[in-house]
């Protein structure tokens, strides 16, 4: 498929959140982290909410049920509807159902999300792999008490020609201590174990999006998440447009390095970003500019970032620039300079001295 290559993050003259009908909203990252709520998440999305858009939870996360999650949020304060949280275990669910029989026994190795959304898909959970007729085994996030004999159970199967499939292949999760392995992780398991390769339903792959598309209806959807790898490739292999939120896993050296299916269309710093629209990045003499900053990929290597009263010789006012002068507008430009000095690629060119004056880093 040929697409157009990504050299700058877009500019919206309305707000995101009147510019589109459904936020298909990342948890992890997004919207809470550590089980707490991230500042401004819970105010934003009740605004974006009361001026009509509509709000739908995705996540890669097979360990809890939609009513968890919804049950999860309203406590932080964002009442939330089960139906409308949408997970990988029931994007799995529906893609095994798909190609075995109704009634068909599952093996489970992961949580209760995944046994709750093979059940709605007509499908029988089991535990172990001496089941007879066994039609698939079945992996997701278990947490951090899943059992190191699971791994056993689900390569007894695999290795007797039993189908795999994975609710997603995340490395890590971020939990309130840190970043963990995630379910991916535990899918290395199991492939060493076998040399197997399972099929995946997760962002950023097809069938989550279309689980998800299928479940809110949305017309124009803006994707909102914090992962390059699986909610802005998940919106590229989607074909629909994307809001990275620096509140999560990416940060700012992450961003200008991304390759062309790692670009969003958007960029803000947390959910306050679906109340605003979104400024435009422009070709100047030299490099691109943003509100007052312009960037530049210098042949040296490097990209260097000025303020406009640099340029008309006055001097800058500090490492943020002068007051009123925004340093999301001046990772913009730089988004701008690396991408189309990236090109269909990744952009190496030296970013440090750049980040650190907009303090990124």
Known sequence: MTRQIRTSPAACDQSLHQAYDTALLDLDGVVYAGGRAIGHAVES????????????YVTN??????????????ELGIPTEAAEVITSAQAVARLIAEQVEPGSKVLVIGGEGLRVALRERGLEPVESADEEGLA??????????LAWGRFAEASYAINRGVPWYA?????????ARGIAPGNGAAVEVVRIAT????QVAGKPLPPMHRETVLRTGAKRP??????LDTDIEGAFNGEVDSLLVLTGVTDAEQLLRAEPRHRPTYVDRDLRGL?????????????????????????????????????DGTGGQGPAGPAGLDPLDGLRALCAAAWTAGAEGVCTLDAAKALARLGFQ
């Open 222 to 227: 803006l994707v909102v998440g914090d992962r």
């Open 45 to 56: 999305l009740a605004a974006a909410r009361a001026d009509g858009m509509h709000l739908a």
């Open 167 to 175: 609710s997603n292949t995340d490395l890590t999760i971020p939990g």
């Open 275 to 311: 109340l605003a629209g979104q400024p435009e990045v422009v070709p100047a003499a030299e490099g691109f500019r943003c509100g007052g900053w312009t960037a530049v990929a210098l042949n040296s290597g490097v990209l260097e970032l000025s303020e406009a009263d640099e340029q």
């Open 136 to 145: 698939a085994v079945v992996q997701g996030y278990g947490g951090p008490d």
């Open 195 to 198: 040399g197997a390769e399972p």
């Open 61 to 74: 996360n097979a360990l809890r049920t939609p009513e968890a999650v919804a049950e999860h949020l309203g």
